[in-house]
């Protein structure tokens, strides 16, 4: 069975001023390079990204990358856009779908490797989600069957809101360290995050 991946990357990036978070450079490329990359090196298959606000510039960042790039036009009406594109891009013979947020570059194989071992819909595990320390984080994965629910989601809001009644089939996968808490908002987010990557690049070093 295969599992897709959706990298929303359509935002607005609007706490960042002038600049786009995801083209801003982390290490030796981009930051949704880097994302990208991730899911990839994890084995999902396709790896769609979702583009709205600065298209061709992020078109550009994931030149050379086996990936489809989906527009969405409607991307100023927020999160849930992005994710009904995304959607709609994949095809009938995915059986699941890992939703990763583009500006979430810490997000390692590590991490998305046990929520696809954990998947398993007929042992009610249809939907894993990432926790460190009993906070839920991202990305999420959904199966299949949720698809048609996702496309009808409308405004600035993520998936979230349909777990109150899916909680039955929600798995909670325990991670090994807060990646899947960080995400990139501020500048001062950005600071930090080329901090925490200088020192673990410098321990793979060691």
Partial sequence: ??????ILAAGLSSRM????????????????????QTALDAGLDPVIVVVGHDRETLR??????PVRIVGNDDYEEGLASSIRAGVAAIGTDVGAAVF???DMPLIAPRHLGPLL???????GRSICIPTYRTQRGNPVLWSAQYFPR???LRGDQGARVLL??????????EMPDDAVLVDIDTQADLDVMLIRFAHAEAKDVH
């Fill in 1 to 6: 069975m295969e599992v897709a991946a959706v």
């Fill in 17 to 36: 001023a002038s600049v786009n978070k995801l083209l801003m450079s982390l290490g030796d490329r981009p930051v949704i390079r880097r994302v990208v």
């Fill in 60 to 65: 550009a960042a994931l030149q050379g990358l």
């Fill in 100 to 102: 990763l947020l583009g």
């Fill in 117 to 123: 071992a954990a998947f398993a819909p007929a042992e």
């Fill in 150 to 152: 996702l496309l009808e």
């Fill in 164 to 173: 109150h009644d899916l909680t039955d089939q929600i798995f909670e996968v």
